[in-house]
T-cell receptor, first 112, second 117 residues
Framework: TQLLEQSPQFLSIQEGENLTVYCNSSSVFSSLQWYRQEPGEGPVLLVTVVTGGEVKKLKRLTFQFGDARKDSSLHITAAQPGDTGLYLCAGGGTSGTYKYIFGTGTRLKVLA | DAGVTQSPTHLIKTRGQHVTLRCSPISGHKSVSWYQQVLGQGPQFIFQYYEKEERGRGNFPDRFSARQFPNYSSELNVNALLLGDSALYLC????????????????FGPGTRLTVL
């Protein structure tokens, strides 16, 4: 069974602090996506990484795909209250499958 | 352009009943996937359809079924509802089948919140 474990599960920080969320698996994925989900809404895609070792930046968010394409991290610099939400990683493209495997989620709360 | 739309927004059913959820993908997208998200967890893959054919199925019982129509919209059907089926059901559309994820991204609808009493 393919699993994506995210850590930490919950995170509460003050505005202006930095944080890193991790997404780990024993499986290799051909791509990995990060989403943010607000309560009562569907996940919104933040980024897709496809190459081992790839780093992508989206304003204050930095995403990295592990060299072996089994893990990923999301780093937020100078967090703001608007960053509050559920962060989900999703791995896709393992051989012979058409589905995306979602991580367990990291619930982030940024306090003003 | 409109994003992914789902209906209804909320639904309350009792055990043993049947439910049909609907999804319209982004215009031009041919692939629709369905996910179940139980409170506090990440979405779990149920089905993927591409060009009206089932391309993938998750570990869900046969009570769950789906189909895709010629206009690429989709329905998810759940029979003999159980309390454990209470969840947010998400639909995602993409321009291609998910076997080429490098070139292809999923866009989610707002979901249908199903409560089974």
């Amino acid at each position: 069974t393919q699993l994506l474990e995210q850590s930490p599960q919950f995170l509460s920080i003050q505005e202006g602090e930095n944080l890193t969320v991790y997404c780990n698996s024993s499986s290799v994925f051909s791509s990995l996506q990060w989403y943010r989900q607000e309560p009562g809404e569907g996940p919104v895609l933040l980024v897709t990484v496809v190459t081992g070792g790839e780093v992508k930046k989206l304003k204050r968010l930095t995403f990295q795909f592990g060299d072996a394409r089994k893990d990923s991290s999301l780093h937020i610099t100078a967090a703001q209250p608007g960053d509050t939400g559920l962060y989900l990683c999703a791995g896709g493209g393992t051989s012979g499958t058409y589905k995306y495997i979602f991580g367990t989620g990291t619930r982030l709360k940024v306090l003003a | 352009d409109a994003g992914v739309t789902q209906s209804p927004t909320h639904l309350i059913k009792t055990r043993g009943q049947h439910v049909t959820l609907r999804c319209s993908p982004i215009s031009g997208h041919k692939s629709v996937s369905w996910y179940q998200q139980v409170l506090g967890q990440g979405p779990q893959f149920i089905f993927q359809y591409y060009e009206k054919e089932e391309r993938g199925r998750g570990n869900f019982p046969d009570r769950f079924s789906a189909r895709q129509f010629p206009n690429y919209s989709s329905e998810l059907n759940v029979n003999a509802l159980l309390l454990g089926d209470s969840a947010l059901y998400l639909c995602a559309s993409s321009s291609q089948g998910l076997d080429r994820p490098s070139y292809n991204e999923q866009f989610f609808g707002p979901g249908t919140r199903l409560t089974v009493l």
